[in-house]
């Protein structure tokens, strides 16, 4: 199946909303950084890769915006360790 992530500028978040929840990684910009702050993907809509979607999503972002990446949220952290293409992208 496949799932459209949108870029929610005004509530600085990018998402997926399915069966009226919403899989979603919020984030702040200062200056030439994003700092991913967090990741929350609903019970019901675990285990379908979603939260993987989001982060490249916001990854390819970063990257188009020639921005540096912090993060304090474990599974951006765990998403990074396991794909180097990322790497060069965190501050």
Not at 36 to 62: D, H, M, W
Request: charged share 30%; proline share 2%.
């Amino acid at each position: 199946m496949s799932y459209e992530v949108i870029h929610d500028k005004e509530n600085e978040r990018f998402k997926i909303d399915i069966e009226g929840e919403t899989a979603y990684l919020s984030y702040s910009v200062f200056g030439d950084t994003i700092n991913f702050n967090s990741t929350y993907t609903p019970p019901k809509l675990r285990e379908k890769g979603l939260a993987r979607l989001i982060v490249e999503k916001a990854f390819e972002f970063a990257r188009d915006e020639k921005l540096k990446v912090t993060s304090g949220c474990s599974y951006v952290v765990k998403f990074v360790h396991q794909n180097d293409e990322y790497k060069g992208l965190m501050k």
